[in-house]
């Protein structure tokens, strides 16, 4: 499966899955990006794929319908206009012309009814899991969040994730003052900001990279739960209470 990145917004990705002159595409947030390539490649669209309802994964739904009839897909738990294939855990998308198939895994805490799709060998997994960070928690709660993130780490290590922000840099400062003695961390710091100093894309990286370097997957590591009692002035127990303390945290980091 051909995977491409347009960029929306400040910091969107627009995921567009190719399998010849068929076009879908994750969370368009915009339609214009998507329109000009599906004019410039002489492509057409099958279908939309959405993970939650936040206008900068749906604002394109709308203007993406006006002109072409596909089939969208999203969560069955949020509010959102043209879904027309509600979905939840467990439900499979097969998507005519493509090979892959995708299964949804329910990832609450960004919002209440996230849902992420996983093939083979890619996650997208919307604003739930970052390069080396994770989505606020504006609806859920970080119980829930933390189960949802238990679940994508479990997937195999070499899956590739494609997230829908940007955010690698700013979150690898906060994962540094987290955990500064991490090597594998430090190389990655290092390797994100070439990266974004050609104003390259960090997305799509691998999990196995997230468990070695991600504070928010790490709770169970000593050094990540030493730095987080630090924080809060209290002790832990255990590495859901320490990633509701880190992702706190975050919320104030500068
Ligand atoms: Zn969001
Ligand atoms: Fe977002």
């Not at 959405?50 to 596909?70: E, F, I, K, Q």
Request: glycine fraction near 10%; aromatic fraction near 8%; charged fraction near 20%.
């Amino acid at each position: 499966m051909d995977i491409q990145a347009l960029r929306a917004f400040e910091d969107n990705y627009i995921w567009l899955l190719r399998a010849g002159r068929r076009i879908v595409v994750v969370d368009p947030g915009d339609e214009a990006p998507v329109l000009g390539y599906l004019a410039k490649e002489d492509a057409s669209l099958a279908a939309i794929l959405l993970t939650h309802h936040h206008g900068d994964h749906t604002g394109g739904v709308a203007g993406l319908l006006a002109r072409h009839a596909v089939p969208v897909y999203g969560p069955a738990c949020e509010p959102i206009a043209g879904i027309t294939i509600p979905l939840r855990e467990g439900d499979t998308v097969a998507l005519p012309g493509f090979q892959d198939h995708f299964r949804v895994i329910d990832v609450p805490g960004h919002t209440r009814g996230h849902i992420a799709y996983c093939s083979q060998d890619s996650l997208f997994c919307g604003d739930t899991l970052f390069g080396c960070g994770c989505g606020r928690l504006f609806e859920g709660t970080a119980a829930q969040m933390w189960a949802s993130l238990c679940k994508l780490a479990a997937l195999p290590a070499d899956t590739r994730v494609y997230c829908a922000h940007e955010y690698t840099q700013s979150n690898v400062r906060f994962a540094l003052a987290v955990e500064p003695g991490n090597a594998a961390l430090q190389s990655r710091a290092a390797r994100v900001a070439q990266l974004r100093g050609r104003l390259q894309p960090t997305v799509p990286f691998t999990l196995a990279e997230e468990l070695e370097t991600n504070p928010f997957l790490r709770g169970a590591q000593p050094e990540v739960a030493a730095s987080a009692e630090r924080h809060c002035g209290a002790r832990l127990s255990g590495a859901a209470e320490v990633f509701a303390v880190l992702r706190e945290w975050k919320n104030n980091f500068r």
